[in-house]
C-alpha cells in the first residue's frame, strides 16, 4: 500500500514561513486528491487544504485562507503547504493524506482519504 511521508515542519517565530511537503512512496498522486490536515493533542484532526492531482480543483479552511497555500508538482511527486504569517495557533502535528474518491466537498473530511502520513510537528514561537 501507498505510504505518504510529510516532511518541512520545525520550529519558526510568529510571523515566519514554512513549507511543508509530502510525497508518496508509489510515487504518484494520479487520480487522487491530497489533503492536508493538522492536530493538536486532545482535539480532532482540522482540515486546512486539499487539491485533486491535476491541480484543477484546490480548496482551503477559512482558518488559513489567504496564508496558506497548498499546490502539487507532479513531475517532483510532491505536494506543498506554504505557511505564511504563521501564528501560536497554528502550532499543530499536520498530516497529509491521499484519497481517491471523486471532488466533492468530502474532501475537507478525514473519513474521505484512506492513507495518511505520519505527521510532521510545526512549532510557531510567539
Known amino acids: ?37 493538522r492536530q493538536a493533542p486532545g482535539k480532532e484532526r482540522e482540515f486546512i487544504a486539499a487539491i485533486i492531482w491535476s491541480g484543477g480543483f484546490k480548496t482551503h479552511s477559512d482558518s488559513v485562507q489567504g496564508r496558506f497555500t497548498i499546490s502539487i508538482d507532479n513531475a517532483k511527486n510532491m505536494v506543498y503547504l506554504q505557511m505564511n ?10 498530516y497529509c493524506a491521499l484519497g481517491r474518491g471523486r471532488w466533492t466537498t468530502a474532501v475537507t473530511t478525514t473519513s474521505y482519504y484512506n492513507v495518511w502520513g505520519q505527521g510532521t510537528q510545526v512549532t510557531v514561537s510567539s
Open 85 to 94: 504569517s504563521l501564528t501560536p495557533e497554528d502550532t499543530d502535528v499536520y
Open 1 to 37: 500500500q501507498v505510504q505518504l511521508v510529510e516532511s518541512g515542519g520545525g520550529l519558526v517565530q510568529a510571523v515566519g514561513s514554512l513549507r511543508l511537503s509530502c510525497t508518496a512512496s508509489d510515487r504518484t498522486f494520479d487520480y487522487g486528491t491530497v489533503g492536508w490536515f
